[in-house]
């Protein structure tokens, strides 16, 4: 009888211990946390503006717009005429200017006026060309925005898995320490591999701590490139709010962004969109907008080229000045007048070849805008059937295997505790629990980030990829 009340009270001290352990463990969690407010916090949000504010490319893109401008508004000038002034004809036998009638003094001036319509054809062609500049920056943004938002995602698995296991770390320590008072008393079940595995399990979180930290490390480091404003003196978006904040030292938020999906009717279904139906809606991307601008020029290019059939014209003007003969008679100036043109006879080398070469070049120009929208709807159709397998993980998760992983795990704890179970048991559905949650947490990390590589393709404004869903909405 002494034996059963002693063995009782033992199983009651372990559960006693390991409930302490659970609490601490909250605790420790909850210390770590507070702990973070250290740097700034940065939400994915904050993170996102920071990275466009602060994007060298874009600033550069914009003076390459302006390049293009000034140059359209030169193209669609004149060439600058050419004067001339010269001696003509004066006698070398006495370099006498007013010894021969011949002897002028000559100013001319010419002015060239290029192939038919070539100036307003090679004005309206950059001008094209400069409005495809707005449609890279916004794809560039957009870009931006996913880039980010994944490196902040990646961080963000990774803090919290640390934090999941630094959470756990005190419930399998504690779980140690009962094992070695069970194995020092007379009374437990407790055997030496026993211990060995509780000390072998905790080297496993510790070594998985050292991995998941070098992981967060990498992450930050990336997402630190992004965030750096020490190019903002000499680029900036002309935008105050680029150092309103420093990012120098920061962390990140703890809560996960809830990313409302763009044309969510459109993925929602397991169905394949049909590729028209797809093309509706690529065919306003602003990459896409980008190429058809591209082809727009390529066409001019086709018209600048036929302009070569015709010829140039040049129109020179001259003015000859003599002075009075030896006797003192006055002789008349002279005033001459010209109109000179080339003639494209032998076009087949030539002028064929170049309107033959600016066609191929459209042409050319048109498989990339079809590569880039085939790539596009494979891409969707990719991220789309990934969402909807995470869906159902996520249900799974959720309805199903978080609870029956909690419920093993208190199963085998007090089947061990009345002495009718396996430590290594416990230890094992410890950790499968464990496991259970990160796993959980990796999708829904991996959902937010297949909406925002959805919403990319949907996105009329760069912000919107990441703009949280409204309280009341469905996120499934």
């Known amino acids: 009888m002494l034996n059963k009340a002693r063995q009782f009270n033992f199983r009651r001290s372990v559960q006693g211990l390991l409930l302490l352990g659970a609490l601490s463990g909250g605790a420790i969690s909850l210390a770590a946390a507070e702990n973070l407010s250290g740097g700034n916090r940065l939400s994915l949000a904050s993170a996102v503006k920071a990275a466009q504010l602060n994007d060298p490319w874009l600033v550069g893109n914009k003076h390459s717009q302006s390049a293009v401008e000034s140059m359209s508004i030169a193209a669609g000038t004149l060439p600058d005429p050419k004067m001339s002034v010269g001696l003509a004809n004066l006698p070398t036998d006495g370099f006498d200017f007013g010894q021969e009638g011949m002897t002028q003094f000559k100013v001319g001036a010419s002015q060239m006026f290029p192939r038919g319509d070539s100036l307003a054809i090679r004005q309206k062609q950059l001008q094209v060309v400069a409005s495809r500049f707005p449609f890279q920056r916004e794809d560039r943004k957009a870009k931006v925005v996913v880039n980010v938002s994944q490196l902040w995602l990646d961080a963000f698995l990774a803090q919290e898995s640390i934090a999941l296991i630094e959470k756990d770390r005190p419930l399998f320590e504690q779980l140690a320490d ?108 602003p990459s896409v907008v980008n190429l058809e601008q591209k082809i727009e020029a390529s066409k001019t290019g086709i018209d600048l080229a036929k302009q070569k059939y015709k010829p140039e014209w040049g129109v020179n003007a001259g003015y000859g000045y003599r002075d009075n003969d030896p006797l003192g008679n006055d002789r008349s100036d002279l005033f001459s007048l010209g109109v000179s043109f080339d003639l494209p006879l032998f076009t087949s080398n030539r002028q064929d070849k170049e309107v033959a070469s600016a066609v191929s070049q459209t042409e050319a120009v048109k498989t990339e805008k079809w590569l880039l929208v085939r790539k596009m709807i494979a891409d969707f159709e990719k991220s789309k059937a990934q969402l909807s397998r995470l869906n159902e993980r996520q249900k799974i998760y959720q309805n199903k295997l978080l609870p029956e992983m909690s419920e093993q795990a208190e199963a085998s704890l007090n089947a061990y505790t009345n002495d009718d179970g396996d430590f290594a048991e416990v230890v094992r559905a410890r950790i499968d629990e464990l496991n259970a949650s990160i796993d959980s947490l990796a999708i829904d990390v991996a959902r937010q980030k297949s909406i925002i590589q959805l919403n990319y393709y949907f996105m009329k404004d760069a912000d919107d990829i990441v703009k949280s869903r409204r309280p009341s909405g469905d996120s499934k």
Do not use: C
């Open 178 to 285: 009962v094992a070695e008072a069970s194995y020092a008393s007379t009374i437990g079940r407790t055997r030496q591999q026993d211990i060995v595995r509780a000390q072998l399990e905790l080297t496993r979180l510790d070594d998985r701590l050292t991995v998941l930290k070098q992981q967060q490390e990498m992450a930050v480091e990336k997402l630190s490139e992004w965030l750096s404003d020490y190019f903002l003196n000499q680029f900036t978006q002309g935008n105050s709010e680029s150092a309103a904040s420093d990012w120098s030292r920061f962390v990140l938020d703890r809560s996960l962004p809830d990313i409302a999906a763009l044309n969510r009717p459109l993925f929602s279904t397991m169905s394949q969109a049909g590729p028209q139906q797809l093309y509706r809606y690529f065919s306003q991307h």
